[in-house]
């Protein structure tokens, strides 16, 4: 890993978009310091978004999924704006 390895920097990522490589930093903060909740709590909850769908949830219809990829856009934009 060539960038610098901070809780910022993985919240950052983060707020992007940068999922797996916020979780890296976060893993290896975690390595440095077991005891810290705030990186455990953080790397919970990278490791359910970086989960794949259960098999329920990926059975949708046509228009559900439009729904889902309609937020994703509006988030996407959402963040370009800042």
Do not use: C
């Not at 990186?39 to 228009?63: C, G, N, V, W, Y």
């Amino acid at each position: 890993m060539s960038q610098i390895v901070t809780k910022t920097v993985a919240e950052i990522l983060m707020k992007q978009g940068h999922i797996e490589e916020a979780y890296q930093i976060f893993k290896t903060l975690s390595e440095k310091d077991p005891s810290d909740m705030e990186i455990k709590a953080k790397l919970k909850e990278l490791t359910e978004k970086l989960k794949p769908p259960s098999p329920d949830q990926s059975i949708l219809t046509t228009e559900e999924r439009i729904r889902a990829l309609e937020k994703w856009l509006v988030n996407i934009r959402e963040r370009k704006r800042g």
